[in-house]
């Protein structure tokens, strides 16, 4: 399945990654106000964004492997993203949260910052692995996944491996 995915570009990757996280909430009807207005859309931004730097430096502090490995209290707290109250409300949503989801998240995550200080060659087999967990995950939940053709559209090619900077309604959108 991985060389169906040589072709497409990181951000066509993590758009696919998205594509099945979101097609994953819906079929297990999980509504979540900090997920639709913090999560979703800042990892949709990499699709986007022209300044990579900055969107890791945003991510990393709501990637639930970072947030969960330490929790921080009001005196250690030294997030500058997010505020500590935002923090504790992801601590809490990653700990009641399904862990597929969870899982899914990180991994899509993974797909956006494994390369971005690294090179892109041989079709960054770094973003190949973590969206290879993303396909077993969603098959292990039983969810279909997204047709490809969407995502074919951004070619590896394009900008050095990474894609051009898209909205996400240009993978979205049929």
């Known amino acids: 399945m991985e060389d169906n995915f040589r072709d497409i570009s990181i ?3 993590l758009a696919f990654g998205m594509t099945c996280l979101e097609e994953v909430l ?3 009807n999980i509504n979540d106000e ?3 207005t ?3 859309p ?3 931004e990499f699709t986007s964004s022209s300044h990579l730097d900055e969107w890791e430096m945003k991510i990393n502090e709501i990637d639930p492997t970072c947030v969960l490995d330490i929790e921080l209290t009001e ?3 030294d997030l500058t993203t997010i505020s500590y109250n935002t923090y504790r409300d992801l601590l809490n949503l990653y700990k009641t949260l399904p862990t597929e989801i969870v899982e899914l998240i990180a991994e899509i995550i993974r797909i956006g910052v494994a390369n971005i200080y690294g090179g892109t060659e041989s079709y960054s087999p770094a973003t190949l692995e973590p969206l290879a967990n993303v396909l077993i995950i969603c098959k ?3 969810v279909d996944l997204p047709k490809i053709d969407q995502f074919k559209k951004s070619t590896f090619s394009q900008f050095h491996g990474w894609g051009d ?3 996400r309604e240009y993978f979205t959108d049929n």
């Open 11 to 13: 951000r066509g990757r």
């Open 26 to 28: 819906r079929k297990y």
């Open 34 to 36: 900090l997920l639709d």
């Open 38 to 40: 913090i999560v979703l």
């Open 42 to 44: 800042k990892i949709w």
């Open 75 to 77: 005196q250690n707290f």
């Open 140 to 142: 292990r939940l039983n």
């Open 165 to 167: 900077e898209r909205p």
